[in-house]
């Protein structure tokens, strides 16, 4: 008699068990500290003058991503607003701003270092 209608709340529950596991995150990756993009580290995030902006692209992979690690996003990040995620030639995931991806510098050991503006006259301090 209450068969029917415990299976179908049993199933009903089950798919909201499933939804509450489903995670997004759709917050900045970044923050501005003193007029500069930084990551959740505290380090100085650049641009790279030969990203394209929009292209949905990165063009710094192999040895460059080696200097210029990027900033990855994780599969359950979400594009919003200025922030969005390109698609790099290994598949990984890296956020950029503006259509710009975003990277940090190898040599930038500390929160606050900004040595890789100007780098090679193509790398740029991200901002806002």
Same mark, same amino acid.
């Given at each position: 008699m209450?068969?029917?209608?415990?299976?179908?709340?049993?199933?009903a529950l089950?798919?909201l068990?499933?939804?509450?596991?489903?995670?997004t995150r759709?917050?900045?990756?970044?923050?501005?500290?003193?007029?500069?993009?930084?990551?959740a580290? @505290?380090m100085t $995030? /650049?641009?790279?003058? %030969? +990203?394209?902006?929009g292209?949905?692209?990165?063009?710094?992979n192999?040895?460059? *991503?080696?200097?210029?690690?990027?900033?990855f996003?994780?599969?359950?990040?979400?594009?919003?607003?200025d922030?969005?995620?390109?698609?790099?030639?290994?598949?990984?995931?890296?956020?950029?701003?503006? @259509?710009?991806? $975003? /990277?940090?510098w190898? %040599? +930038?050991?500390?929160?606050?270092?900004?040595t890789g503006?100007?780098?090679?006259n *193509?790398?740029?301090?991200?901002r806002?």
């Open positions: 209450y068969k029917k209608p415990l299976c179908t709340a049993l199933v089950g798919l068990a499933g939804c509450a596991s489903y995670e759709s917050a900045a990756p970044a923050h501005l500290e003193n007029g500069a993009f930084v990551g580290n @505290g $995030l /650049y641009t790279f003058d %030969k +990203d394209a902006a292209s949905g692209k990165s063009v710094c192999g040895p460059c *991503a080696a200097n210029w690690p990027p900033l996003a994780a599969d359950v990040d979400r594009a919003s607003g922030w969005s995620i390109v698609t790099r030639d290994d598949g990984k995931k890296q956020w950029a701003f503006k @259509g710009k991806p $975003l /990277y940090y190898i %040599k +930038d050991q500390k929160p606050g270092d900004r503006d100007g780098v090679n *193509a790398w740029r301090i991200a806002e």
